[in-house]
């Protein structure tokens, strides 16, 4: 096997993967519905009446609202359609600007990108139930107030006029988790059926995310699946089943949409069958998405009963542990894999808990990643020590190699059969070329899991390092195309590949000292490519987040002073030049 070609191999893999993705526009990745088996698109039972599809909400800038004021969530319900549609996070702003306004998760259909999450009711032909723009009222008389607070729910009512009270009791925890629980007064004298449904909607078409290995769009947990769609793949499948681009039956799970960082998700009673849709519609030029949950089962509410039914709502950030933990004691399945950890899952995951843990220690996330790499390479040193040892046996080769080269070189079978005999001599298998390779085919599994915890993360989301470093997630600020803003220009706007901070250009300068410890390529074509590879990697890492690029940096620094000292350890006597 020929190290060196095989070691250009694997390196223009990774230019062309991520020099692709970052450096020319393109479609971003559509992850599609998965478990195709257990999707019966349009072939569930649908009640009587179902979940009004997403269409264009109400203007609600006058309605009354209930303010919801917890430690960690700020907002308000509104009353008019009971619609959950004002959900701010206090603890994560825009940007790392203190002044920089709060992330919203959740807004009302006068701003820009509004969303909502609403409960309601489907019933048979001639039972009124409310709708879009019913006008509820806030009984507060059991929650002491008038806001939503961790410690006081709020009860909204609504009356038909025929008999039948309507009611949504809301409570929130100290995070994210809401707790719905909608039911039904019947006064008259004769049984009814409803059936009890919940809703989260996107009125506007999301921005689409420039990584195309991060995935957002509709999410949902079904039979212990995990199903995706993104936005392309639900206007697709929804334009071929009439609107409804998924649809599911059965007990449990979870659904809603994800984003890089937030959730928000319907988490219907485990215990109970329910049907699950999402839909798309496009009215008057402006898009909705929505994900439904419906009880598959009437509810026959008796003359004087009432029926009940519970449902829970998570909005908000997708922090791992908090994930975990509604996973565990409130028993939502597969919650934490909201977050994409992508292929290399089972490194993602504990690479994660492994650099949080240090995080504990240290308190500073950069310096958890350069502790955590110096782990990566003790693991790893026993197999390092052995792919140096052979990468510097064939350094002091390469003059015997190269001159057997030269002297068949119009001869490629006498060359072939007298480099073989120098390894021969020489007691060394040609495999030893190959040999070298085994780090690097190692890093990357591990450069890729590090890369998407860095990505994904929340915790990694506007953390910094020192200095000029204040986030972590995005790239490094600084440029030396205008003299790292001594001059009053911006060069991005020529080109975004006319971006170059501090650290890309270490990692360059990295890559090329490590460069020199290697042996040479024979081939003189390969050699000349193999130079350009440090400014080529310093060019496409310069729009990758910092973190990574002072991953790989570090990595690069501790993998130069390992192979020194392996290499020096090499017994010269050994290789008779």
């Known amino acids: 096997m ?38 019966h698109q349009s072939e569930a039972p649908v009640p009587p009446a179902s979940v009004p599809p997403a269409t264009s909400a109400p203007d609600i800038r006058a309605a009354p609202r209930v303010e919801i004021d917890t430690p960690r969530l700020a907002g308000s319900i509104s009353l008019i359609g009971a619609r959950l549609d004002d959900i701010a996070l206090r603890d994560y702003r825009d940007t790392v600007q203190k002044s920089s306004p709060l992330v919203h998760i959740l807004s009302p259909s006068d701003t820009a990108q509004p969303s909502s999450i609403q409960l309601g009711w489907a019933a048979a032909d001639g039972v009124k139930v409310p709708d879009e723009s019913t ?4 009984d507060s008389s059991k929650s002491g107030g008038g806001d939503l607070t961790v410690a006081h729910p709020v009860t909204l009512t609504w009356n038909n006029g025929q008999g039948l009270i309507y009611q949504v009791d809301f409570s929130v925890d100290r995070n994210y988790l809401f707790s719905a629980h909608q039911s039904v007064r019947n ?73 890089k960082y937030w959730l928000t998700a319907l988490v219907p009673d485990q215990s109970s069958p329910v049907i699950a849709q999402w839909y798309y519609a496009k009215e ?42 509604y996973e565990m004691h409130d028993h939502i399945p597969l919650l934490s894999y909201s977050v994409d950890w992508g292929w290399f899952f089972f490194l993602t995951k504990p690479f994660f808990y492994a650099i949080d843990y240090i995080y504990s220690l240290t308190g500073n996330f950069g310096v958890a990643i350069l502790i955590f790499t110096v782990f990566v390479k003790i693991a790893f040193y026993p197999l390092a020590a052995k792919s140096y040892q052979s990468m510097g046996k064939m350094r002091l080769l390469t003059p015997k190699i190269q001159a057997a080269r030269e002297r068949h070189k119009d001869d490629p079978a006498k060359q072939q059969a007298a480099m073989m005999e120098v390894y021969k001599e020489e007691g060394i298998s040609p495999m030893a070329q190959a040999g070298g390779c085994l780090p690097l085919l190692i890093q990357i599994p591990v450069f890729f899991s590090l890369y998407k915890v860095i990505l994904v993360t929340i915790e ?78 310093t060019f496409m890492m310069g729009r990758f987040p910092a973190g990574l690029v002072i991953y790989w940096t570090w990595n690069n620094l501790l993998t130069i002073c390992q192979q020194w000292y392996i290499q020096r350890s090499v017994k010269l006597d050994k290789v008779r030049v």
Not at 3 to 28: A, D, E, H, K, M
Not at 194 to 199: E, G
Not at 523 to 537: G, L, S, Y
């Open 2 to 39: 020929d190290r060196n070609r095989l070691l250009l191999f694997i390196t223009l893999s990774v230019v062309i993967t991520f020099g692709f993705q970052y450096l020319l526009p393109g479609p971003p990745r559509h992850a599609a519905i998965h478990n195709a088996a257990a999707v």
């Open 135 to 138: 006008l509820w009222t806030s």
């Open 187 to 259: 006064t008259t004298d004769k049984p009814v059926k409803v059936w009890p449904w919940q809703r989260v909607r996107r009125d506007y078409a999301p921005p689409r995310a420039s990584y195309s290995v991060l995935f957002e769009g509709l999410i949902g947990v079904a039979d212990g699946v995990t199903h995706q769609a993104g936005y392309p793949k639900a206007i697709s499948e929804a334009d071929k089943h009439d609107g409804v681009a998924f649809t599911h039956e059965g007990a449990g799970g979870w659904a809603g949409f994800t984003d």
């Open 284 to 325: 008057d030029g402006t898009e909705h998405f929505q994900v439904s949950y419906q009880s598959a089962d009437p509810q026959t509410v008796a003359p004087g009963a009432t029926s009940v039914s519970g449902s829970r709502v998570f909005a908000g950030a997708k922090e791992v542990h908090l994930l975990d933990y």
């Open 460 to 537: 990694m989301r506007q953390a910094p390092f020192f200095g000029w470093i204040q986030d972590l997630s995005v790239t490094d600020p600084t440029n030396i195309f205008n003299l790292f803003g001594l001059l009053p220009i911006n060069p991005e706007v020529l080109s975004p590949t006319l971006h170059l901070g501090i650290w890309p250009v270490l990692l360059g300068l990295t890559m090329f000292f490590q460069q020199k410890l290697n042996p040479p390529p024979p081939d003189p074509v390969q050699a000349r490519m193999f130079q350009f590879m440090p400014i080529i990697f």
